[in-house]
């Protein structure tokens, strides 16, 4: 990847970490206190959470300026750069990774138990990714496999973690 290639990749990265940046930290603003059980503000589950939010978005924000400031690149979308952009490979694992995080939050958590939406969630995102359609019957297994069992073993520590350490009521 050439220098010009990085800074776009940087542009790119910047905007959509922002996005991020912003997300977490009124999602953390959310989370509840929990000032009903006597605990300490401090040690609420937002907490954490927020302060990462903030800051990822600082960060984001630095990047995004010194993107901008380096005169011989500015995103210059025109009918051909967006088709190449929209083929990318980066991109069309950006879009994909986008969308699979949207339909976990959006579908999945809040209309079925935690535990199953995460442990879908992780399935899918593993095969999507990982899955190489042209490999041996004995690979496709193999990944098929792995991915399952990552998928138990994380979406079952993610909901002990977050229900028992954190304290946060799972939906």
Not at 74 to 98: C, H, M, W, Y
């Amino acid at each position: 990847m050439n220098e010009k290639q990085m800074r776009k990749a940087d542009f790119i990265t910047s905007i959509v970490l922002i996005i991020f940046g912003i997300t977490i930290s009124s999602m953390a603003v959310r989370m509840p206190r929990l000032e009903e059980k006597g605990i300490n503000p401090y040690t609420a589950p937002g907490v954490v959470p927020g302060i990462l939010g903030v800051i990822i978005l600082f960060l984001s924000l630095i990047m995004f300026i010194r993107t901008i400031r380096q005169a011989d690149y500015l995103p210059r979308f025109q009918k051909g750069n967006v088709k190449a952009l929209l083929k990318d490979e980066g991109t069309v694992r950006l879009l994909i990774s986008l969308a699979l995080c949207l339909l976990y939050a959006l579908v999945l958590v809040g209309h079925i138990p935690y535990i199953l939406a995460t442990f879908l969630f992780t399935l899918g995102f593993i095969l999507i990714f990982d899955l190489k359609f042209d490999k041996e019957e004995g690979s496709k297994r193999k990944i098929i496999i792995f991915a399952v069992i990552q998928a138990i073993i994380s979406s079952a520590v993610i909901s002990v973690t977050f229900q028992y350490l954190f304290l946060v009521d799972l939906p």
